[in-house]
T-cell receptor, first 112, second 113 residues
Framework: DGGITQSPKYLFRKEGQNVTLSCEQNLNHDAMYWYRQDPGQGLRLIYYSQIVNDFQKGDIAEGYSVSREKKESFPLTVTSAQKNPTAFYLC???????????FGSGTQLSVL | AQSVSQHNHHVILSEAASLELGCNYSYGGTVNLFWYVQYPGQHLQLLLKYFSGDPLVKGIKGFEAEFIKSKFSFNLRKPSVQWSDTAEYFCAAFNFGNEKLTFGTGTRLTIIP
């Protein structure tokens, strides 16, 4: 069953801690994306990658980092520099950037 | 900066009412337009899309949207809503000029049985 798997579903971060959100896809898509969803603000792009070993900053990349070592995987690290990390994080993928996105089920990150 | 505007933040309708959700984008040039829906507890999924051709596009579950280039609009419509249409709806536009996809802030739709 093809799709995008995000884990964990819920994540708690302590002050000063880095946490990593996992995103795996088996759709053979080249492009992968991380969005942050906040109430009343819609989806804002954090980082995206169109090819392995390459990625670009989105609109709100500060305090986040990513890697794309494999086509299937695009983990997002929320660093201690991100001062307001509480949000719902969505991973997505597409064949090409202008095509439709397929979304994962999301990770809710909260600060302890 | 490019933007996508959804002016209705929360819409409440009774079953069988007609629905129209507004979506406007801020730039000219070639765009691909999308409506995504997020049902409670489910993934965001594609409702419908416009790439080219007939400006009236039909999606799943009886939804349709009309691309009006002169108004920079891509409003979502459904003639008769059902309780199961309760969800959050997001409009998005892909700008070929800068190859960016921008989402609107979303509209929460609540259908009262």
């Amino acid at each position: 069953d093809g799709g995008i798997t995000q884990s964990p579903k819920y994540l708690f971060r302590k002050e000063g801690q880095n946490v990593t959100l996992s995103c795996e896809q088996n759709l053979n898509h080249d492009a992968m994306y991380w969005y942050r969803q906040d109430p009343g603000q819609g989806l804002r792009l954090i980082y995206y990658s169109q090819i392995v070993n390459d990625f670009q900053k989105g609109d709100i990349a500060e305090g986040y980092s990513v890697s794309r070592e494999k086509k299937e995987s695009f983990p997002l690290t929320v660093t201690s520099a991100q001062k307001n990390p509480t949000a719902f994080y969505l991973c997505a993928s597409s064949t090409i950037p202008e095509e439709r996105l397929f979304f994962g089920s999301g990770t809710q990150l909260s600060v302890l | 900066a490019q933007s996508v505007s959804q002016h209705n933040h929360h819409v409440i309708l009774s079953e069988a009412a007609s629905l129209e959700l507004g979506c406007n984008y801020s730039y000219g040039g070639t765009v691909n337009l999308f409506w995504y829906v997020q049902y409670p507890g489910q993934h965001l999924q594609l409702l419908l899309k416009y790439f080219s051709g007939d400006p009236l596009v039909k999606g799943i579950k009886g939804f349709e949207a009309e691309f009006i280039k002169s108004k920079f609009s891509f409003n979502l419509r459904k003639p008769s809503v059902q309780w199961s249409d309760t969800a959050e709806y997001f409009c998005a536009a892909f700008n070929f000029g800068n190859e960016k996809l921008t989402f609107g802030t979303g509209t929460r739709l609540t259908i009262i049985p």
